[in-house]
């Protein structure tokens, strides 16, 4: 079992579950980075003591130096000492910043060879076989925390040979906006957005979840994740949030796993893996569900979805061009500067991308994001 761990981006909705996770199993913490938050990193310092901490904004990690000159912990600041932490020596770092801006601490992590839970999904889409290779070179093991993924993940536990997978089943909540038409979501609201039936996560990944985006973008992180093709992943909505996903093999039996929908499982399933330990989390009592239900999802509506199965099909950088169009639109969505429906706009549009498509190094990733982020804001200006 690990004894130490590193996180980034430990302010927000992963970072702090991890670290209930990590305080239960005693785990020593090398290293935290957060983005600008740091009255609750100031907390986290407090209490788990770690050697190195990053603060990307400037400004706010000086006022922390200052706050916590009496403790021995280390502030470094900028997208740097982020990185400086996701290379320090630890038996897991787990990446769970939001966006792009987790890219090159995972290369980090991965080159320094320590062992990466990802929760940071904008990691394989964006970095897509730039980032899978890596690994394979540098010999890490990358451990899915994204809930559908740790249950594909463990439903393939004694699966010896990967041939035998016939599909993934990839499962789906269905969002806020489960059952609307397409014209009824042109105008909604950043709150209606934001009221996720079954899980409390941090904003972009709400509002992803209500474009339905965040599945196309587990598409494209289960293809990368598990080898598997496209066309052999299948989405399904299933409104309780229970089963979290499943595998089909050859013989047609399907192997699924299931919990009640808290993100310490999956956390600590790729902390501990491929041991088991007791959770805080409460047992699932099956019971309490008349019915588990499942249904295509409406691609209509939730034109997300398909944009990403056609990046994945056109291969090279289109993930990353999916993914970049996205996060500027979810960003301007949540400034109120477009339209609810704009957010696929953009994401449709930016699949015309024309550029070095094949390129697959992480400078042509790192333009390629910029270059559509800038189109995505000119679009809307
Ligand atoms: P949050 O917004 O709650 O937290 C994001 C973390 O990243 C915070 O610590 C934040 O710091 C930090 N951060 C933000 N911007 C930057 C930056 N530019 N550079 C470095 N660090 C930054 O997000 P979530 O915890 O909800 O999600 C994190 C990742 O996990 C996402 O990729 C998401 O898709 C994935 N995920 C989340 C799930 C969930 O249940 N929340 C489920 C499955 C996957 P600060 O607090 O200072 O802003
Ligand atoms: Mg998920």
């Not at 912990?73 to 987790?102: F, H, K, R, Y």
């Not at 196309?216 to 299933?238: N, S, W």
């Not at 997300?304 to 639109?329: D, F, H, M, Q, S």
Request: charged share 25%.
């Amino acid at each position: 079992m690990i004894k130490s761990l590193t996180v980034l981006g430990s302010t927000g909705s992963i970072g702090v579950q991890a670290l209930d996770v990590a305080r239960l199993m005693g785990l020593k913490i090398v290293a935290l980075t957060a983005n600008v938050r740091t009255d609750i990193l100031e907390a986290q310092i407090r209490e788990f003591h770690p050697g190195y901490v990053a603060v990307v904004d400037e400004k706010a990690a000086a006022e922390l130096k200052i706050k916590i000159a009496d403790t021995d912990t280390v502030v470094l600041s900028g997208s740097d000492g982020v990185n400086e932490c996701a290379s320090m020596q630890a038996d897991t770092v787990l990446n769970s910043i939001v966006g792009i801006a987790g890219l090159c601490p995972t290369v980090c992590a991965i080159k320094s060879r320590n062992r990466l839970a990802l929760a940071n999904k904008e990691t394989l889409v964006a970095g897509g076989s730039f980032i899978t290779e890596l690994a394979k070179e540098y010999g890490v093991d990358i451990l899915p925390v994204d809930s559908e993924h740790s249950a594909i993940f463990q439903s393939l536990q004694g699966c010896a040979d990967k041939k035998q997978i016939k599909k993934l089943l990839l499962t789906a909540s269905g969002g806020p906006f489960f059952g609307k038409t397409a014209s009824e979501l042109e105008n909604v609201t950043l709150e209606q957005a934001l009221n996720h039936p079954n899980w409390s996560m941090g904003a972009k990944i709400t509002v992803d979840s209500a474009t339905m985006m965040n599945k196309g973008l587990e598409l494209i992180e289960a293809a990368r994740l598990f080898d598997v093709a496209p066309k052999d992943i299948d989405i399904l909505v299933h409104r309780q949030s229970v089963l979290h996903s499943a595998v089909m093999f050859d013989d047609n039996s399907v192997i699924a796993q299931l919990g009640v929908p808290d993100m310490r499982i999956p956390i600590q399933y790729a902390l501990t893996y491929p041991d088991r330990f007791v959770s805080p989390v409460r047992e699932l009592d099956l019971a309490e569900y008349a019915s588990l239900t499942f249904a295509k999802p409406d691609y209509d509506t939730f034109r997300c979805i398909g944009c990403c199965r056609t990046a994945l099909e056109k291969g090279g950088i289109y993930t990353t061009v999916v993914n970049a169009a996205n996060e500027k639109a979810n960003e301007l969505f949540r400034k109120g500067k477009i339209r609810f429906g704009d957010i696929a706009r953009s994401v449709e549009k930016s699949l015309e991308f024309s550029g070095n498509g094949i390129d697959m190094t992480l400078e042509n990733i790192l333009e390629t994001d910029k270059i559509i982020r800038k189109e995505t804001e000119e679009m809307w200006q």
